[in-house]
């Protein structure tokens, strides 16, 4: 905003007193002392600061509260609109407001305030975000959303004022999202004029060009629509039924949109201008459509019936395209005065003050019911922008309707898959489904549903979801579900895996254990519970050394001590003078397995010189030995020399299909060869598991048997040894 000094005179009392009236011709109980307090504070607040028009930055709050006036709205959200651009733009506090004027007002402020604090380089996040907060404070109190589309038609009214950049900007956000925001709630006549003012800004010469050609045409279509109007009424008369009839224009923007979808002239779009018929009752609807039909021939695929099955934004009306004489068409709206009143003004008609009662909180409940599922079901996303995109395909893509097998009707966005139609019906259903057909076929589950379409879910007896899905289905129900589901198995099996080789662990090393020590030990690592370290261990986040290095080990008698420590000598010595491997014929020399190929017993061999460690023994054809530096001065002849219990660490790494109890079918598979797991690492992406293993093996005959017995296990497609470092045979 600007300061200028040579600001056009606006006289806002006289603006507020304007307000004042409107509010007195629906409520006259308002509290006026409460709206000029709202009205001197604001206008303080903005005092000095001006639009880019130079008018006074508060006319602009007025505008919208007038706007909202029109609309017949409570005291409390005229006051929201006063003072709405205050915490964003002025030295106040939101705790500002909510002091001066409860909580609610601060609330609706708040959801239509910008979010400015992020720290956040990139443009497209932060209003991502914005947006984000907006539809949560909609979710909470629906009058949010009509201070926003107030303020946002009055900024597109006077768009004229801005750098052309800055209009194409606006415009767009306005057509891309809050002109479908009005249609979502309902608010058919906010939303025709935002999508007319963008469309204007967006593609002016096409914007002149309908509109020239509307003035043009208009006393032809005003004849037209009225040789149906006079017989009509008479027969509507003649059958008993109360009603009015009346024109309505076809706004620019969807005409236009008309003629790209069905690549006409404007010469050939029928419907410029419709005829509504408002009738008194539900029943006088049908009738009256029976009478239009009796005397008018409607077009078989342009009936629709919108009262027996609303729009997902509470929209109810028939609609019929007739013939009428001469070879024209003409659509024809049919509905009560009420489903008028909620066509034209959408969530807004239920916040209109009402004599002796308020907002119908019920049926606002119903109508954002489904918004605050959304916000459900995304409340994990944390990428703003993907929240965003997965937004706009609940709340501001066309619908489609499909039909189950009973006949039931269901609403999903356009795009939407037999998957989504699936978890629609019941998460369980959605878990267990192997297949679908569509209209008696069978159909993938990546099919893209249509109208009409009729929708049968083949299952299974268990549940059989995969991550794979979730780049199929379009829904928020459907991905949270997924989701869910997704991550309680992984977490499940990482549990288990962690609590595996953490016992192993604490066995081996004789550490002094109690469940409460665990616990203990979980939250001083930052894990708020003993479960969720364990699927960090399972998950090979944390090593299982670092946990026992936490725990105290069994105190030791004198006379244990000394047996361990002759043990642990014995051990060593064993070490040293068995390693399993003769170097050159001898058995007493320093010798270390090299990690890089991992060798055991019944692998062709060869050792290599070292500096400082002995002899360090590879694989036959291990790349290591390649290089050039090593000089073959420094490879000399190893053979085999283990004891029959001797242990050694192989790796493997296994790709498998992507199920629950898949670890626990491993484990018991390295169970049933009698292998101890040293160590372990679970991770899925795209339907495949991966699961490495680091197990303990005699010999190659012994590893083997652990390979034989896995490739059993239901669903695995490799095994793998470690090779890092082997030359490829």
């Not at 004022?161 to 306005?174: C, S, V, W």
């Amino acid at each position: 905003m600007t300061r200028r000094a040579d600001a056009p005179t606006v006289d806002l009392t006289g603006m507020m007193e304007k307000i004042l009236a409107k509010v007195r011709t629906y409520n006259q109980h308002a509290d006026e002392d409460k709206l000029w307090f709202g009205f001197r504070f604001a206008s303080a607040a903005h005092e000095g600061q001006l639009r880019k028009s130079g008018e006074p930055f508060f006319a602009h709050a007025l505008t919208v509260t007038s706007i909202l006036a029109d609309l017949r709205l409570d005291v409390d959200t005229l006051i929201a609109a006063m003072v709405h651009d205050v915490v964003e733009d002025t030295r106040y506090e939101l705790d500002d407001i909510r002091q001066r004027f409860g909580a609610d007002v601060a609330h609706m402020v708040d959801g239509v305030t910008k979010i400015s604090g992020i720290r956040n380089a990139n443009p497209d996040a932060r209003k991502a975000e914005t947006y984000r907060k907006l539809v949560l404070a909609i979710a909470q109190d629906p009058r949010t959303v009509l201070i926003k589309l107030a303020d946002r038609l009055h900024n597109m009214r006077t768009i004229s004022a801005l750098k052309p950049d800055r209009q194409q900007d606006i415009a767009q956000e306005t057509m891309d999202v809050y002109a479908p925001l009005a249609h979502r709630f309902g608010m058919a006549r906010i939303k025709w004029e935002l999508e007319d003012l963008a469309f204007k800004v967006l593609q002016p010469e096409r914007y002149f060009e309908i509109e020239s050609g509307i003035n043009q045409t208009r006393t032809e279509r005003e004849r037209l629509i009225q040789r149906l109007v006079d017989p009509l009424q008479a027969a509507l008369d003649e059958a008993g039924i109360s009603c009015t009839l009346a024109g309505r224009p076809k706004h620019f923007y969807s005409i236009f949109r008309k003629m790209k979808a069905q690549d006409i002239g404007l010469d050939r779009v029928y419907d410029l201008l419709a005829l509504r018929v408002v009738t008194p009752t539900k029943a006088d609807c049908y009738h009256a459509l029976g009478v239009l039909h009796s005397h008018y021939p409607p077009l078989a695929d342009r009936i629709k019936d919108y009262i027996a099955t609303p729009k997902p934004n509470g929209y109810q009306s028939l609609h019929s395209t007739v013939r009428i004489p001469g070879g024209k068409y003409i659509e024809v709206q049919i509905r009560t005065a009420e489903m008028h009143e909620r066509s034209e003004l959408g969530i807004a008609a239920h916040w209109r003050y009402k004599e002796g009662g308020g907002a119908d909180k019920a049926d606002l409940a119903d109508m954002v019911k489904w918004l605050r599922q959304i916000m459900e079901w995304e409340k994990d996303v944390d990428d703003p922008r993907e929240f965003m995109k997965a937004l706009k395909v609940d709340f501001f893509d066309d619908e489609v309707f499909v039909f189950s097998p009973g006949g039931d009707v269901f609403q999903l966005p356009r795009g939407a898959t037999p998957l989504d139609f699936a978890f629609r019906i019941h998460s369980e259903v959605g878990f267990r489904c192997t297949g679908a057909k569509v209209n008696g076929r069978i159909a993938t589950l990546r099919s893209e549903l249509h109208n009409g379409d009729s929708i049968e879910i083949l299952t299974g007896k268990n549940p059989n979801p995969s991550t794979g899905w979730l780049d199929i289905v379009k829904t928020s129900r459907a991905r949270y579900h997924l989701r869910k589901w997704i991550k309680s198995t992984q977490y499940q099996e990482s549990v288990k895996l962690g609590r595996e080789l953490l016992e192993k662990d604490i066995h081996r090393g004789k550490f002094h254990v109690k469940v409460d020590a665990l616990v203990d030990i979980s939250q001083q690592m930052g894990y708020s519970a003993l479960d969720k370290l364990l699927a960090a261990v399972g998950r090979g986040e944390v090593s299982t050394a670092k946990v026992t290095g936490r725990l105290e080990p069994l105190q030791e008698s004198a006379a244990e001590k000394v047996f361990t420590k002759g043990k642990e000598l014995y051990g060593a010595l064993l070490r040293r003078t068995s390693s399993g491997v003769r170097v050159a014929g001898e058995d007493n020399l320093m010798v270390s397995f090299a990690r890089c190929c991992q060798p055991i017993p019944g692998d062709g061999i060869v050792g290599l010189i070292t500096r400082g460690r002995g002899v360090s023994v590879h694989r036959m054809g291990c790349s290591n030995l390649n290089d050039p530096n090593l000089g073959a001065e420094r490879l000399i002849e190893v053979t085999w020399d283990s004891r029959p219990d001797q242990m050694y660490l192989v790796k493997l790494t296994i790709e498998a299909e992507d199920r629950k109890n898949l670890i626990m079918d491993i484990s018991n598979a390295l169970s049933r060869t009698n292998s101890n797991l040293s160590s372990g690492d679970f991770s899925a992406e795209d339907d495949v598991a991966t699961v490495t293993l680091v197990v303990e093996v005699t010999n190659l005959n012994n590893l083997e048997k652990v390979i034989k017995e896995l490739d059993k296990v239901a669903g695995v497609q490799r095994i793998e040894r470690f090779q890092l470092g082997v030359a490829p045979s």
